[in-house]
């Protein structure tokens, strides 16, 4: 995905979009719910023994000890991987507007195609 696709041209569709009418009396012909759900892997891994190595030598309370984190992939090479998703959450932000509480949100059936093809970029 790239970052320039949520640039000024993909800003003003979202936006003619958005303000449209409804001209009909259902809703259902006009938009859609969409939820947007993405798991973004961290490249880290809690480090077993490096905690409890820790907390033996301090006399540490487990339960209220530090946790320890080893990385396993360079920060470096996770920078693309958390960039595209934060275009993603932009994006979806930017074509939808809050509909309820559990995080769905309305788009425009007009919108949809775009919407659909910035998604899959």
Aim: net charge neutral; proline share 1%.
């Amino acid at each position: 995905m790239q970052a320039s696709v949520a640039g000024d041209s993909a800003q003003q569709e979202a936006l003619s979009f958005k303000q449209e009418e409804i001209m009909t009396s259902k809703i259902s012909e006009q938009a859609m719910l969409v939820s947007l759900h993405v798991g973004i892997y961290s490249g880290m891994m809690f480090d077993r023994e490096v905690s409890e190595e820790v907390n033996e030598s301090f006399k540490a309370d487990r339960a209220n000890a530090g946790r320890y984190n080893k990385r396993l992939v360079a920060t470096k090479f996770l920078t693309n991987v958390s960039a595209a998703h934060s275009t993603a959450r932009k994006l979806h932000k930017l074509y939808t507007l809050p509909w309820n509480d559990d995080g769905a949100r309305i788009l425009t059936n007009k919108a949809f195609m775009e919407y659909n093809k910035h998604m899959k970029d």
